[in-house]
T-cell receptor
Framework: DAGITQSPRHKVTETGTPVTLRCHQTENHRYMYWYRQDPGHGLRLIHYSYGVKDTDKGEVSDGYSVSRSKTEDFLLTLESATSSQTSVYFC??????????FGSGTRLTVV | TQLLEQSPQFLSIQEGENLTVYCNSSSVFSSLQWYRQEPGEGPVLLVTVVTGGEVKKLKRLTFQFGDARKDSSLHITAAQPGDTGLYLCAGSQGGSEKLVFGKGTKLTVNP
């Protein structure tokens, strides 16, 4: 039961380069989310989607964009990576029953 | 301002001991969830509580939602090393699908 698959699991990139993180779900859930997790800050919502082509900003959306062209895929793009975007990124999905299913995360390092 | 405050931030106990972790807010939540996260993995849903005063038991774990739906607690009886992890509470407001997360309690159970 793959549930939520994130790729890549680890990435090192240089400052100023674009980066795209991928999230794929097999649950057919309507809602999908991107969070970042940092020491001292916990999980913070970057962007979320409530359907195909329907997305909205979370509390830390600056420097990030998202796209959802299919129910199962939710992409997070860092247009020009900065060191402050070094973090662990989690994708999650929910079907409206209050519970989230999370992926295993992507550890991104911007050097 | 952190909407959900978790305490303690860190907890290290011996196998067999009991413990309680807390999740507090000045805001009302329509539902509260508890997740456990292990290193290198995403959070996994343990329970959802939706009714003020509700108590749910999951083997040795007991979850309570405050009468006013502003706080919750997680009690673990006879802790085991397998209970080690980061415990996160998360709440939704006004029926929204979006969750706000606390910063977590890092629990270590020593053999």
């Amino acid at each position: 039961d793959a549930g939520i698959t994130q790729s890549p699991r680890h990435k090192v990139t240089e400052t100023g380069t674009p980066v795209t993180l991928r999230c794929h779900q097999t649950e057919n859930h309507r809602y999908m989310y991107w969070y970042r997790q940092d020491p001292g800050h916990g999980l913070r919502l970057i962007h979320y989607s409530y359907g195909v082509k329907d997305t909205d900003k979370g509390e830390v959306s600056d420097g990030y964009s998202v796209s959802r062209s299919k129910t199962e895929d939710f992409l997070l793009t860092l247009e020009s990576a900065t060191s402050s975007q070094t973090s662990v990124y989690f994708c999650a999905a929910s079907g409206g029953d209050y519970g989230y299913t999370f992926g295993s995360g992507t550890r991104l390092t911007v050097v | 301002t952190q909407l959900l405050e978790q305490s303690p931030q860190f907890l290290s106990i011996q196998e067999g001991e009991n413990l309680t972790v807390y999740c507090n807010s000045s805001s009302v939540f329509s539902s509260l969830q508890w997740y456990r996260q292990e290193p290198g993995e995403g959070p996994v849903l343990l329970v959802t509580v939706v009714t003020g005063g509700e108590v749910k038991k999951l083997k040795r774990l007991t979850f309570q939602f405050g009468d006013a739906r502003k706080d919750s607690s997680l009690h673990i009886t006879a802790a085991q090393p397998g209970d080690t992890g980061l415990y996160l509470c998360a709440g939704s407001q006004g029926g929204s699908e979006k969750l706000v997360f606390g910063k977590g309690t890092k629990l270590t159970v020593n053999p």
